[in-house]
């Protein structure tokens, strides 16, 4: 039940693209996005509601593939401050309210 | 500060022993959650709350146990403490209407020797 994702780590130079997939065995209702920086809490970043809903936020973006459940995270023009492990997390059809479930994280790591 | 805070922020203990996680919010959000973060980081929550009414456990044994005294706080109790509950112990608060993100606590540290 747990969503997948993939790549599992990732190294970066500064001003490089990335993409991170999230897929579910699941019909899902939403998907969240949040990174964590290491000791710290994950910070919320995005969340898309609507299949095929595609939502910005500065150079980071995500897109919903509903058909497919599947969610990716654009990270465009990569800074040092990007680093740190991003989690998807989602709510299925037919679960419980505000059941949401963590996916499996990809480590992002920028060089300067 | 608006913000989901969390004592204490390390726990070391031994096996066996009782300890509590105190989470408190001032968003004014009406859902609370507990998850569990492993050494693998894996994110699993535990429990939810929604206006102090537990509406997801997560077959967590039942050595652990949470508690809303109203919607602001939920505290989390664990009882005979175990090497594998040694984990990082967010809590999150949202509100319960889609649409929204999550804001999580800055974690609890807990080592269990």
């Known amino acids: 039940q747990q969503p997948v994702q993939s790549p599992q780590a990732v190294i970066l130079r500064e001003g490089e693209d990335a993409v991170i997939n999230c897929s579910s065995s699941?019909?899902?209702?939403?998907v969240h996005w949040y990174r964590q920086k290491h000791g710290e809490a994950p910070v919320f970043l995005m969340i898309?509601?609507?299949?095929?809903e595609q939502k910005g936020h500065d150079k980071i973006s995500a897109s919903f593939n509903e058909k497919k459940q599947q969610s990716s995270l654009y990270l465009t023009a990569s800074q040092l401050s990007y680093s740190g492990t991003y989690f998807c997390g989602t709510e299925n059809y037919g679960g419980a309210t505000n059941k949401l479930i963590f996916g499996t994280g990809t480590l992002l790591a920028v060089q300067p | 500060d608006t913000a989901v805070s969390q004592t204490p922020k390390y726990l070391v203990t031994q096996m066996g022993n009782d300890k509590s996680i105190k989470c408190e919010q001032n968003l004014g959000h009406d859902t609370m959650y507990w998850y569990k973060q492993d050494s693998k980081k894996f994110l699993k929550i535990m429990f939810s709350y929604n206006n102090k009414e537990l509406i997801i456990n997560e077959t967590v044994p039942n050595r652990f146990s949470p508690k809303s005294p109203d919607k602001a706080h939920l505290n989390l109790h664990i009882n005979s403490l175990e090497l594998g509950d040694s984990a990082v112990y967010f809590c999150a608060s949202s509100h319960q209407t889609g649409g929204r993100g999550y804001t999580f606590g800055s974690g609890t540290r807990l080592t269990v020797v």
């Open positions: 699941k019909a899902l209702y939403s």
């Open positions: 898309l509601l609507k299949g095929g």
